[in-house]
């Protein structure tokens, strides 16, 4: 039988238990898998903020838990552009994105490559902005 090559992106900064889980559950659903860490510039370009945490450290950080196989480093959020890189069978996000313009149209074009888009629970009670916001109000 083939495996099943699986693969998830982020920033993960400040990691905390919504990256662990998302990253966990991706992990169940495939027989290997490959995060991708994107670069501060990236992170610069979508989200407006740099990162607290360095590239390297975050990349390590991933690199080191049990569930991750792989870990790449990202400067594109063109998901078509990182298939022809490293070609994955199915690619998984937060649900908290079902619904979203851009990922609906992730999803057709990931389909048309015979790659499966899954959403995976988000846990709702904790993200880096939600950290970020608290560091904001002990300074």
Not at 34 to 58: A, F, M, Q
Not at 123 to 136: A, F, N, Y
Request: aromatic share 10%; proline share 2%; charged share 35%.
């Amino acid at each position: 039988m083939r495996k099943i090559i699986g693969y998830t992106q982020g920033t993960y900064d400040m990691f905390h238990i919504g990256h662990l889980n998302l990253i966990k559950n991706a992990k169940k659903c495939c027989d290997y898998l490959i995060v991708g860490v994107n670069t501060d510039e990236l992170v610069k370009e979508y989200k407006d903020k740099s990162p607290i945490v360095p590239l390297e450290e975050r990349a390590e950080i991933v690199r080191a838990i049990k569930y991750v196989d792989e870990v790449v480093i990202t400067d594109t959020l063109d998901k078509k552009k990182m298939w022809e890189q490293i070609r994955f069978d199915e690619i998984y996000i937060g649900d908290d994105w079902k619904g979203n313009t851009r990922w609906e149209q992730t999803e057709k074009e990931m389909k048309n490559l015979g790659v499966k888009l899954m959403f995976l629970p988000y846990t709702k009670d904790t993200s880096s902005t939600m950290l970020r916001e608290k560091l904001k109000n002990f300074s």
